[in-house]
């Protein structure tokens, strides 16, 4: 087991005008789940490779353990990588994909196959060691590939995208047992996935990256609480959390009708920069909804949201709306309560929940005040 540790690691491909990695600093703990994501591009799969050793460093380091990697060939650096596409050998049975490397490797042939029926043991696989990949389903592919590394007993697992090839259900199945083995193991691995629901639920910590700089790099909880800037912030949660300019004003923000109070820290961190405006954030799940009271016909307040579609999840609707903040028309998403989804072209009257602002400067994009 090791730490592994990127120092402002940098990758500029040949002829590119910008680096597809831009300094990259993260320090993974020696047993730590680290989940790399974000959009398409950003720069995940590069950051991977250059710790595989499949990638040229071109500036800064990178270490595993106290070992520094940054010039190492892939063979040195004790790693094993999973693939999205598994790159299993058609023509060897599941027992000789798994010892393969091993035998490469000179190791004894009566210790390889303790180690792959101790690896199908574990992965469910015992039974299938003697078939070709072929009559294999999707799932049970990806196991193979996760065999083939495990029995390697690296100090850190690489994986990108291993489960973009199975079907949603699986997914979600193979992500939990694909957590909980790493748990076991307890080996240092670095996850690429594009898929923030995924990097949510799997990563000790996640790294999201955009355009090839890290934005943040925090546990689900902090990420999802207190994202560091607008980015994030959008990247982060599903449905996106809203985000809406709206204009400072005496203690607070105009969010529709209402003044909403906000630390003041937040509108001195914007008065500082010149700012008159701050973009605030609020979770689809952290609006209320104003309730008319019985033979009350005036407006209840709040922001009046106009239903445009109704989401409903069983448990949970929601209701895609618009609604007019900061003097303009904008797309408003709120969770409601399944069993009391509005109808669809009827007014919802909604406030922000106090203390579930997030505030972020409209021209940094920088979150602010907490
Ligand atoms: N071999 C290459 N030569 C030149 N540019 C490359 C090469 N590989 C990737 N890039 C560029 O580097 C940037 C980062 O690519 P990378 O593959 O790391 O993205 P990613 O985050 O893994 O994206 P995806 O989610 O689509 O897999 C992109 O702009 C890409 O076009
Ligand atoms: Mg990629």
Known sequence: MATVTYDKATR???GADKPAVDQLD??????????????SGCG???????LAGLEDVNGGAIRIGDRDVTHLPPKDRDIAMVFQNYALYPHMTVADNMGFALKIAGVPKAEIRQKVED?????DLTEYLGRKPKALSGGQRQRVA????????????????????????????TRTQIASLQRRLGITTVYVTHDQVEAMTMGDRVAVLKDGLLQQIDSPRNMYDRPANLFVAGFIGSPAMNLVEVPITDGGVKFGSDVVPVPRE????AADKGDR????????EHFDVVERPEGRTDEPGGVAVTVNVVEELGADGYVYGTAEVGGERKDIVVRVNGRRVPEKGSVLHVVPRSGELHVFSTSSGERIGD
Do not use: H
């Not at 495990?150 to 291993?162: A, G, H, S, T, Y």
């Not at 937040?266 to 961190?269: D, F, H, I, P, R």
């Open 119 to 123: 690896a199908a043991r574990i992965l």
């Open 146 to 173: 996760m065999g083939r590394a495990i029995v390697r007993e690296p100090q850190v697992f690489l994986m990108d995208e291993p489960l973009s090839n199975l079907d949603a259900k699986l997914r979600v199945q």
């Open 12 to 14: 500029i491909y040949p």
């Open 26 to 39: 993260i320090a993974i703990e020696d047993g730590e789940f680290l989940v790399l994501v974000g959009p």
């Open 266 to 269: 937040a509108l001195t961190a």
């Open 44 to 50: 995940k799969s590069t950051s991977l490779r250059m």
């Open 277 to 284: 405006t701050v973009t605030v954030g609020v979770r689809p």
